[in-house]
């Protein structure tokens, strides 16, 4: 069930970028004149389609007549007309546009002259128009996402600073927080709920250290933490929503999502919805604290005390040899909640800020791998990994799905304008090129370079498909 859950809405969320950012191309190739042959969801052989000729049909495209009324190995005539496709492989799309060295490498046009309805007849404006118009769709789709999640869903913030828990050896903990203290301001930036923490911590000034003000017992005082260690610490994060490099906030409970029957807590009579209490009479503030203390005691036994309803329930479990008891945990916060609820003008500039933000955050990683702060291994994920990341966020809510396509669909904008060899900045490349020395570059030249960039592509791709197989299979 897990693997068609993922494939769902790997598909969902591939099929949506893709044919945005297609679509770009499509309508700016319209726009400007050019003939558009094949707009294709997928890549590889044709699995269905319609255009104007054939109407719907399965399969690749059917051939033209010879004289003895067998197929040839051409395809029909479609008279200017675009076919309109779903490919086998679902990894991609393409636009095959007229008169223009692309992934299909067809070379058909260059015997003839160039014809006004063709990709190398427009003007330098209208060429560069056409090749970024996918990227700029990709970014137009996620400001809309961020924006429409702003205008619809405002933000549901927890209202405490106030940390309760503290993971040993974290960055909290190297930076000397503890628990009780009330976190203050991040880099002279006031805070003064959970969410603004979280979002000033991670995302603003990324890779750079945080000065951290904080109050204790009535004291001020500053700290600062490693920017390094937060770059390395968010790449290996696997922590939850309330965890911020190690510290938790006041006022979360623990609650089992989901209890195996033949494991230590199934058999001690623990149930989905249960809250955990304490552990050896020791109180739990956060289910990554109650995690740490089981990891920290593996195969020993503890008093564990949880909640039903009104009664208080306890037992004595021994966890296995990983430090597990067979419970799926999330926090609930009960704290003070406030709601901010922003207005369409005020949305749409807030999607702006956040689309800015997702961009920035996507080139400061880039260049944290650069750097060697970042696993280039754990850092790049492909289709099992969106897969899985696709699956888990929806099932967190459709908020969350949501804005994980909007993060993906930049991704892809940024990586697509990257000016390397078939993709949509190499081609930008080539346009540049040829405004500047005034006459088209070598039709070969562009199939050679085109065909060093797919095979090294291909080789990537290959390499992190694997790497997504070393993860999770």
């Known amino acids: ?34 003939r558009t042959d094949v707009f294709s969801i997928g890549m590889g052989t044709r699995l269905f389609g319609w255009n104007r000729i054939t109407g719907f049909t399965f399969g690749p495209m059917p051939r033209k007549k010879n004289e003895d ?6 395809e029909i005539d479609l008279n200017g007309h675009c076919d309109y496709r779903i490919a086998v492989f679902p990894i991609g799309g393409y636009v095959k546009i007229a008169g223009m060295v692309d992934e299909s490498m067809d070379t058909d046009y ?7 309805w063709e990709f190398r007849s427009k003007n330098t404006f209208q060429k560069a128009f056409v090749i970024s118009a996918g990227v700029i769709m990709n970014i137009i789709l996620a400001y809309f ?20 828990y503290v993971q040993p050896k974290s960055i909290a903990a190297k930076a000397g927080i503890l628990p009780g203290d009330k976190i203050l301001s991040v880099n002279g930036n006031q805070v003064s709920d959970w969410n603004t923490l979280s979002e000033k911590m991670r995302l603003d000034d990324f890779g750079k250290d945080k000065l951290i003000k904080y109050e204790r017992n009535g004291e001020k005082f500053e700290t600062k933490a490693d920017g390094e260690e937060i770059v390395k610490s968010m790449v290996n994060a696997q922590g939850n929503d309330y965890s911020i490099f190690g510290m938790t906030p006041d006022k979360l409970l623990t609650i089992l999502t989901a209890v195996d029957k033949i494991q ?14 304490s552990v050896d009479g020791e109180a739990i503030n956060s289910f990554k604290e109650f995690q740490d203390i089981l990891q920290a005691n593996k195969s020993k036994p503890f008093v564990m005390s949880w909640k039903r309803d009104s009664k208080i329930l306890s037992d004595t ?60 291994k754990k ?24 804005n994980f396509m909007a993060l993906l669909s930049i991704s892809l904008a940024l990586i697509n304008i990257f000016p390397f060899p078939a993709l949509d900045g190499g081609h930008l490349v080539f346009i540049i090129i040829e405004a500047v020395i005034r006459r088209e570059v070598s039709v070969n030249v562009k199939m050679r370079i085109q065909q060093f960039g797919i095979i090294i592509l291909l080789a990537l791709m290959a390499f992190i498909v694997y790497n997504d197989i070393s993860r999770y299979i």
């Open 1 to 34: 069930m897990d693997f068609i859950s993922s494939l769902f809405y790997f598909i969902i969320v591939i099929g949506v970028l893709v044919l945005i950012h297609e679509f770009g191309h499509f309508i700016a190739a319209r726009i400007s004149g050019m």
């Open 69 to 74: 009324g067998t197929d040839s190995e051409d």
């Open 110 to 116: 260059v015997e003839t002259e160039p014809q006004p």
């Open 145 to 164: 996402i961020f924006s429409g999640i702003i205008f619809f869903k405002g933000e549901s913030v927890a209202s405490t600073t106030t940390v309760a």
């Open 264 to 277: 230590p807590a199934g058999k001690a009579g623990m149930k989905a919805g249960d809250t955990i209490l």
């Open 317 to 376: 479990i021994t966890t296995n040899s990983k430090g597990m008891i067979g419970v799926a945990l999330n926090d609930l916060y009960t704290g003070k909640k406030a709601t901010k609820e922003f207005g369409l003008g005020q949305s749409l500039t807030m999607g702006f800020s956040q689309t800015y933000r997702a961009m920035d955050l996507f080139v400061s990683s880039i260049a944290q791998i650069f750097k060697g702060n970042i696993s280039v």
């Open 379 to 402: 850092s790049l994920g492909g289709p099992i990994a969106i897969a899985v990341a696709s699956s888990d966020q929806a099932k967190k809510g459709i908020v969350n799905f949501l």
